[in-house]
């Protein structure tokens, strides 16, 4: 079964501004990691925030942790054409290796 | 280069007609596993290893046959695919603790 959904399922947004993202999940993590996929190429890694950490950057991106909530949020700032895709949240279970995925985020980044 | 490796790329077939995905990485991880991807279900897990000749089911096994016979190789069988099999699959691999997974491009798999 899944264990992360994204909201929203889509979103639009204009270049240059930000892009916020929101994961659930429901069952305890080791961490929780973000993915993104470009028209149905393979997924690439962009961050992993482990479930004593709150908050995480790389970059332009900004990961926040909240275990209490079992949420975690993904903001893209100063958002590029490039940006466009779709944004995958993925968790890695306490009692296992299994990395379970969401039916992730479009995001569409209008020039 | 750190790499997973999927082939074939794209794939039409009959039902019925057996086939094989084959997935190799380079990175001497431990754990691989299978993914399919379906429009508005994100990806769901077929199978995965977490080391040689030790394999379990995902989330959707039913169809689907796999092997680690060696580390760096893990095939993907249907032995009698379906049309309801037509979908995108991704294998991807990584390490144990805390790591991040390596995805191969994707095959996307047409059953007629």
């Known amino acids: 079964s899944q264990q992360g959904e994204e909201d929203p399922q889509a979103l639009s947004i204009q270049e240059g501004e930000n892009a916020t993202m929101n994961c659930s999940y429901k069952?305890?993590?080791?961490?929780l990691q973000w993915y993104r996929q470009n028209s149905g190429r393979g997924l690439v890694h962009l961050i992993l925030?482990?479930?004593?950490?709150r908050e995480k950057h790389s970059g332009r991106l900004r990961v926040t942790l909240d275990t209490s909530k079992k949420s975690s949020s993904l903001l893209i700032t100063a958002s590029r054409a490039a940006d466009t895709a779709s944004y995958f949240c993925a968790t890695d279970g306490s009692n296992d290796y299994k990395l379970s995925f969401g039916a992730g985020t479009t995001v569409t980044v209008r020039a | 280069e750190a790499q997973v490796t999927q082939n074939p790329r794209y794939l039409i077939t009959v039902t019925g007609k057996k086939l094989t995905v084959t997935c190799s990485q380079n990175m001497n991880h431990e754990y691989m596993s299978w993914y399919r991807q379906d429009p508005g279900l994100g990806l769901r897990q077929i199978y995965y290893?977490?080391?040689?000749?030790?394999?379990d089911k995902g989330d959707v096994p039913e169809g689907y046959k796999v092997s680690r016979k060696e580390k760096r190789n893990f095939p993907l069988i249907l032995e009698s695919p379906s049309p309801n099999q037509t979908s995108l699959y991704f294998c991807?691999?990584?390490?144990?603790?805390?790591?991040?997974?390596?995805f191969g491009q994707g095959t996307r798999l047409t059953v007629v």
């Open positions: 925030i482990r479930s004593n950490e």
């Open positions: 991807a691999s990584r390490g144990l603790l805390n790591t991040e997974a390596f």
């Open positions: 069952t305890s993590i080791n961490n």
């Open positions: 290893s977490m080391n040689v000749e030790v394999t």
